[in-house]
Nanobody, 117 residues
Framework: QVQLVESGGGLVQAGGSLRLSCAVSGLTFSRYTMGWFRQAPGKEREFVAQLRSGGSVYYADSVKGRFTISRDNAKNTVYLQMNSLKAEDTAVYLC???????????WGQGTQVTVSS
């Protein structure tokens, strides 16, 4: 049974930092492209960052220079280090796993990040 479990969210002041984790089980983690998305109330889910199995990294323009995605294949975990947080970063953050670009992604339940201004 595949599981993606996010953790590390919380309440932080603007300018602060958080590190999100997504622990994955039930699949060969190292083969999967891992991504972080976020969804704010009343808004559509949006892409945040992606880390491919080969190491290529992509970020949304809104988080470039502030967020860093990384993975530990030994721990089957992907991370999102978030620095210089802004109020507009407030959202539920979800990780996903995708074997191929055309695959249906697997999703976690999400973790809430709230940034107070």
């Amino acid at each position: 049974q595949v599981q993606l479990v996010e953790s590390g969210g919380g309440l932080v002041q603007a300018g602060g930092s958080l590190r999100l984790s997504c622990a994955v089980s039930g699949l060969t983690f190292s083969r999967y492209t891992m991504g972080w998305f976020r969804q704010a109330p009343g808004k559509e889910r949006e892409f945040v960052a992606q880390l491919r199995s080969g190491g290529s990294v992509y970020y949304a323009d809104s988080v470039k220079g502030r967020f860093t995605i990384s993975r530990d294949n030994a721990k089957n975990t992907v991370y999102l280090q978030m620095n210089s947080l802004k109020a507009e970063d407030t959202a539920v953050y979800l990780c996903n796993a995708r074997l191929f670009d055309t695959s249906i992604p697997l999703w976690g339940q999400g973790t809430q990040v709230t940034v107070s201004s």
